[in-house]
């Protein structure tokens, strides 16, 4: 997509826009310059960092950009791309009025200076009445800004703003999306929009702000799900804002019409599923914070229960929250029992309360499907991480070493046995014997070998690698047996790779000896590794290829004598 320089804001979202607007103010924007005709480079410093960035501008129409930050595959302009053009343009529009101006100062200075001010205090209201009328004709982003500033005095239509928008939005969205001027347009009016929505809602005229907010909604949202990129961000800003709105005039102490008419509104919108999923969960906070009343509760208890099955995930999560609301999280898993099959969508709904902070019904719908075992491995994680911080929330200590115990059960991971560690307080050693027991039970050596390794219980863990280790299990551990024990490791190492070498010949076998050993090298261990190839070629003298591969990883002087040089 390529932008005119004149007016690229607005095609891009109003924060990266903001963003970029500061950067340029704080003089965050450096060493701009045009090191070929039309090819522009600059440096953006943000905090710590900062990011080259390079423009073609041929002449006023935006080729290409790129950035430092930029990872693969991107190309949706950032905010350092921004604040480059714009101080690109400002770096322009100043030198062509620095030769507008030194044009003027080489004509005649009979004229004097004139302002607007000045005009509009010697114009008459009729000429000025015509001037609008002829300019308006003449200009359609004039005749634009002109009805959308005052559109709230015609008073013949219900919604005077429907109507500013219906002049911009085409009946139908062209397969292609729109032209760059008719977006353009589109985008005008509804910063003028904004404006006046900002200005109502600071006089404390809520009715306009309803007004706006609901013209912005019904006109934006159905055009929102066929756009993608910068334009679908610039779109989707300005229904969260008006979502905004709308929430904070029921938040107020209002007609009680009109905070109706703001639930009732985002009520419809939501279950008939026109609000995209970066909006679902702000309209599912507000609306089911209302359930509190009676009236609203059943009615959207009605809803679900008159949709046929499945319900869309909007209005399922809207009344789960709802029983979160009325304090009844013992319902939230037996609705999602109808959903069994549907794991997703469970998986989903728990997210969505947990991120509402509805912690009792989160404890009670993730317990529950957990022992399901329905989700996907990152699913599955995911509902186990939102339960640990749910327990801890609660203070449910209990639970939260059952969730940690099961966590480490599964994955040996050091992280959740040593949360485990400490949420067990006085209880550990009867619950470490416990799991130590069940994990030799159930053969899981692993992690057995984890739990033994993370409480230093180094007798236990030798035991258990000389009853079953392998190479791989004795070095992901052998790092524990340097200080202390390390004629374990090289019995232990003489023992395993002399298995191999029972099982295995040739140069191939000698080559994984000298892999198997090379770590310890690395590990600062070439003394140990040179007792254990001794012991080796001394019970494999027959071995031609073995001295000359283990004798590789040693010093010159060693290697000598290894290999009776």
């Given at each position: 997509?390529?932008?005119?320089?004149?007016?690229?804001?607005?095609?891009?979202?109003?924060?990266?826009?903001?963003?970029?607007?500061?950067?340029?103010?704080?003089?965050?924007?450096?060493?701009?310059?045009?090191?070929?005709?039309?090819?522009?480079?600059?440096?953006?410093?943000?905090?710590?960092?900062?990011?080259?960035?390079?423009?073609?501008?041929?002449?006023?129409?935006?080729?290409?950009?790129?950035?430092?930050?930029?990872?693969?595959?991107?190309?949706?302009?950032?905010?350092?791309?921004?604040?480059?053009?714009?101080?690109?343009?400002?770096?322009?529009?100043?030198?062509?009025?620095?030769?507008?101006?030194?044009?003027?100062?080489?004509?005649?200075?009979?004229?004097?200076?004139?302002?607007?001010?000045?005009?509009?205090?010697?114009?008459?209201?009729?000429?000025?009445?015509?001037?609008?009328?002829?300019?308006?004709?003449?200009?359609?982003?004039?005749?634009?800004?002109?009805?959308?500033?005052?559109?709230?005095?015609?008073?013949?239509?219900?919604?005077?703003?429907?109507?500013?928008?219906?002049?911009?939005?085409?009946?139908?969205?062209?397969?292609?999306?729109?032209?760059?001027?008719?977006?353009?347009?589109?985008?005008?009016?509804?910063?003028?929009?904004?404006?006046?929505?900002?200005?109502?809602?600071?006089?404390?005229?809520?009715?306009?702000?309803?007004?706006?907010?609901?013209?912005?909604?019904?006109?934006?949202?159905?055009?929102?799900?066929?756009?993608?990129?910068?334009?679908?961000?610039?779109?989707?800003?300005?229904?969260?804002?008006?979502?905004?709105?709308?929430?904070?005039?029921?938040?107020?102490?209002?007609?009680?019409?009109?905070?109706?008419?703001?639930?009732?509104?985002?009520?419809?919108?939501?279950?008939?599923?026109?609000?995209?999923?970066?909006?679902?969960?702000?309209?599912?906070?507000?609306?089911?914070?209302?359930?509190?009343?009676?009236?609203?509760?059943?009615?959207?208890?009605?809803?679900?229960?008159?949709?046929?099955?499945?319900?869309?995930?909007?209005?399922?999560?809207?009344?789960?929250?709802?029983?979160?609301?009325?304090?009844?999280?013992?319902?939230?898993p037996k609705v999602l029992e109808d959903f069994l099959e549907m794991p997703e969508m469970?998986?989903?709904?728990?997210?969505?309360?947990?991120?509402?902070?509805?912690?009792?019904?989160?404890?009670?719908?993730?317990?529950?499907?957990?022992?399901?075992?329905?989700?996907?491995?990152?699913?599955?994680?995911?509902?186990?991480?939102?339960?640990?911080?749910?327990?801890?929330?609660?203070?449910?200590?209990?639970?939260?070493?059952?969730?940690?115990?099961?966590?480490?059960?599964?994955?040996?991971?050091?992280?959740?046995?040593?949360?485990?560690?400490?949420?067990?307080?006085?209880?550990?050693?009867?619950?470490?014997?416990?799991?130590?027991?069940?994990?030799s039970a159930k053969g899981e050596i692993n992690i057995l070998a984890a739990a033994l390794?993370?409480?230093?219980?180094?007798?236990?863990?030798?035991?258990?690698?000389?009853?079953?280790?392998?190479?791989?299990?004795?070095?992901?551990?052998?790092?524990?047996?340097?200080?202390?024990?390390?004629?374990?490791?090289?019995?232990?190492?003489?023992?395993?790779?002399?298995?191999?070498?029972?099982?295995?010949?040739?140069?191939?076998?000698?080559?994984?000896?000298?892999?198997?050993?090379?770590?310890?090298?690395?590990?600062?261990?070439?003394?140990?590794?040179?007792?254990?190839?001794?012991?080796?070629?001394?019970?494999?003298?027959?071995?031609?290829?073995?001295?000359?591969?283990?004798?590789?990883?040693?010093?010159?002087?060693?290697?000598?004598?290894?290999?009776g040089t």
């Amino acid at each position: 997509m390529k932008y005119w320089l004149k007016d690229f804001e607005h095609n891009i979202s109003p924060a990266t826009w903001e963003a970029a607007d500061r950067l340029c103010q704080s003089a965050s924007v450096r060493n701009l310059r045009e090191i070929e005709t039309h090819f522009w480079v600059a440096r953006v410093d943000v905090d710590d960092d900062s990011f080259e960035t390079e423009v073609i501008i041929t002449p006023h129409k935006i080729k290409a950009y790129a950035c430092e930050c930029f990872t693969p595959g991107r190309h949706l302009m950032c905010v350092h791309i921004a604040a480059s053009l714009l101080k690109i343009r400002q770096f322009l529009d100043h030198r062509a009025e620095e030769r507008r101006v030194k044009a003027e100062a080489a004509q005649s200075n009979e004229l004097s200076r004139i302002t607007v001010q000045s005009v509009l205090e010697k114009a008459t209201p009729a000429d000025i009445d015509a001037f609008v009328r002829d300019y308006a004709r003449r200009d359609r982003d004039f005749a634009l800004a002109l009805k959308t500033w005052f559109a709230g005095s015609v008073t013949a239509a219900d919604n005077p703003y429907m109507l500013v928008l219906d002049s911009v939005f085409p009946k139908s969205t062209p397969l292609k999306g729109y032209k760059d001027p008719d977006f353009r347009r589109v985008r005008k009016a509804l910063d003028g929009l904004e404006v006046q929505l900002n200005i109502a809602a600071a006089e404390g005229n809520f009715r306009g702000s309803f007004q706006i907010a609901v013209a912005i909604l019904l006109k934006t949202l159905p055009v929102l799900e066929k756009l993608e990129g910068n334009r679908h961000e610039a779109l989707l800003y300005f229904c969260q804002l008006a979502l905004q709105k709308l929430t904070e005039i029921s938040d107020r102490n209002l007609s009680v019409e009109l905070r109706e008419s703001a639930w009732d509104f985002i009520f419809d919108t939501g279950t008939k599923g026109y609000f995209p999923a970066e909006m679902n969960r702000k309209a599912i906070l507000f609306l089911s914070g209302a359930a509190v009343n009676a009236d609203k509760a059943e009615r959207i208890r009605v809803l679900f229960d008159e949709t046929p099955h499945p319900a869309p995930a909007f209005l399922l999560e809207l009344y789960l929250a709802s029983l979160a609301v009325r304090q009844m999280p013992k319902a939230v898993p037996k609705v999602l029992e109808d959903f069994l099959e549907m794991p997703e969508m469970i998986h989903s709904a728990i997210l969505q309360l947990y991120y509402m902070k509805h912690w009792d019904a989160v404890l009670e719908a993730g317990s529950y499907f957990l022992t399901k075992a329905i989700f996907s491995p990152k699913n599955q994680r995911e509902v186990e991480d939102v339960l640990l911080f749910v327990v801890e929330q609660l203070g449910n200590g209990t639970m939260q070493v059952d969730l940690l115990r099961q966590r480490f059960m599964k994955s040996g991971n050091f992280e959740a046995f040593r949360k485990l560690k400490i949420a067990a307080g006085e209880t550990w050693p009867q619950l470490r014997e416990k799991m130590v027991e069940d994990l030799s039970a159930k053969g899981e050596i692993n992690i057995l070998a984890a739990a033994l390794a993370a409480e230093g219980l180094l007798e236990e863990l030798a035991q258990l690698l000389e009853k079953n280790g392998t190479i791989t299990l004795l070095q992901r551990y052998e790092s524990y047996f340097f200080d202390k024990k390390l004629d374990f490791l090289r019995s232990q190492y003489v023992v395993l790779l002399s298995k191999h070498l029972d099982e295995h010949f040739g140069a191939p076998a000698a080559v994984f000896v000298r892999q198997s050993l090379s770590a310890l090298v690395q590990k600062g261990q070439p003394e140990l590794v040179y007792q254990i190839a001794k012991a080796l070629i001394a019970c494999f003298p027959e071995r031609a290829a073995l001295p000359e591969e283990l004798a590789e990883m040693l010093p010159k002087a060693k290697r000598k004598i290894f290999l009776g040089t």
